[in-house]
């Protein structure tokens, strides 16, 4: 009984996860281009085994856009396991945000590549 609520748990946690990042999905086409600092990195204990074996993590990065203020936000992400290590505490990434909101902030996955 207990493991059936264990699963139904992370299945719920999973798919509220799932729902923030397919809310901001259209940013990674349209949103400014920007580097960010990783300052804080939280493992959410969300497995993804089908996706590569990958985990959702949340990162909690420092923006310093081109023309704009710097700016601190939360970034939640599937990231594979062997990934893991280039998204820690100090490392640089590459995000797109939407201009608007803030808040709306993905990592631009393509750019994170030549990381």
Same mark, same amino acid.
């Given at each position: 009984? %207990? ?5 139904? @748990? $992370? ?6 996860? @799932?729902?923030? +990042?397919? #809310? *901001? =999905? ?8 920007? #580097? ?13 085994? =089908? ?8 990162? %909690? ?7 704009? $203020?710097?700016?601190? =936000? @939360?970034?939640? =992400?599937? +990231?594979? #396991?062997?990934?893991?290590?280039? /998204? ?8 797109? /945000?939407?201009? %608007?909101? $803030? ?6 996955? #393509?750019?994170? *590549?030549?990381?």
């Amino acid at each position: 009984h %207990q493991a059936v609520l264990i699963k139904r @748990d $992370l299945e719920k946690r999973r798919e509220e996860f @799932d729902k923030r +990042i397919s #809310e *901001k =999905a259209g940013i990674k086409k349209t949103g400014e281009q920007a #580097e960010g600092v990783i300052t804080k990195v939280e493992d959410l204990n969300l497995p993804y085994p =089908a996706i590569y074996p990958s985990k959702g993590m949340r990162l %909690q990065v420092t923006i310093t856009p081109k023309e704009r $203020l710097v700016f601190l =936000a @939360d970034i939640d =992400a599937i +990231i594979s #396991e062997k990934s893991i290590e280039k /998204f820690s505490v100090d490392k640089k990434v590459f995000v797109r /945000f939407d201009s %608007q909101n $803030l808040k709306c902030v993905v990592l631009d996955t #393509e750019r994170n *590549k030549s990381l």
